[in-house]
């Protein structure tokens, strides 16, 4: 239990990582967006490539994973570059988690699933949080960075429910950071004009795809199977806090009024969304077995 606790923890941190890493590289000026992406994307396919050989003995293929979840992937990593020209860390993770969740809720919702009255007032408060946010004044982010940031939390969404049905998560994923490799090439070259290179961005480019990206996945993968639904979605709540305590000591951020008030409206109306259902259905299932064992 202690370990599950512990690498748990080192997951949570590396995913938060990317955030700070990333908002420190473009803060800085050390690196331009679609450099810090790509290094990010080649150096997370070296890593977890060589941990599909050596752990899982598997050959290479560009015949495995998915084009579609490549994609996906690519947008996300993408758009999260750019996102942070502008944005706070705790802000951008915010904007984030919230689009994410958000995507994948309109997507049951899409698939015909009913949500019940509680999990409507828990979405009704996330949305009031991202609408204070918003609010214009010193600390509002930028709207460009706002719509950049929540496209990235969407492709994230999506390339979540595309990866669902997926028998080995790490090897899968491995091969479609790989299948990132043409969309990595074409961005290149089409921001060649605009390159910014330095040894400080590359190091936190790789770091934020070997480390934080590859390492944190691993690792994320290898604790689920220990963590049930419910509590894996609910401990990811924690992700936006720890990338804003991180921005406040590594990039000298403020936590403002409003986006403590806004965490707490996004991050608790999706907790309600989350465990909303699952404490309606286990009720209903107590109710029905007790009333199986009186009959």
Known sequence: MVQTISLTMLALLAFAGNSVLCRIALDNNVIDAASFTSIRLF????????????????????????WLSASFLFLYALA?????????????????????????????????????FIEWVGLLFAALGLCILLLPGASAPSLNGFILM?????????????????????????HN??????????????????????????????????????????????????????????????????????GVIFSNELVTIKLTLASMLVLGGILVVTLGKQYIENRYKKGTCNKCRSS
């Open 43 to 66: 150096s997370g396919i070296v890593f977890l490539l060589f941990l599909v050989v050596t752990k899982s003995k598997q050959k290479i293929s560009f015949k495995k994973g998915s």
């Open 80 to 116: 999260f570059s750019y996102g942070y020209i502008t944005l706070d860390t705790g802000t951008g993770a915010l904007i984030l988690f919230g689009a994410v969740q958000t995507t994948m809720i309109i997507f049951s919702l899409i698939k015909g699933r009913k949500l019940l």
């Open 150 to 174: 929540a496209i990235s939390g969407a492709a994230w969404g999506a390339y979540t429910l595309a990866g669902k049905s997926s028998q080995n998560p790490l090897v899968d994923t491995a």
């Open 177 to 246: 950071f790989l299948k990132t490799l043409p969309l990595i090439a074409i961005v290149t070259l089409l921001t060649l004009d605009d390159i910014q290179l330095s040894n400080k961005g590359i190091i936190l480019a790789i770091a934020s795809g070997a480390v934080m990206s590859g390492l944190g996945y691993a690792i994320w993968y290898s604790v689920l199977t220990k963590l049930s639904v419910t509590q894996a979605a609910t401990i990811q709540l924690s992700v936006p806090i720890i990338a804003t305590i991180g």
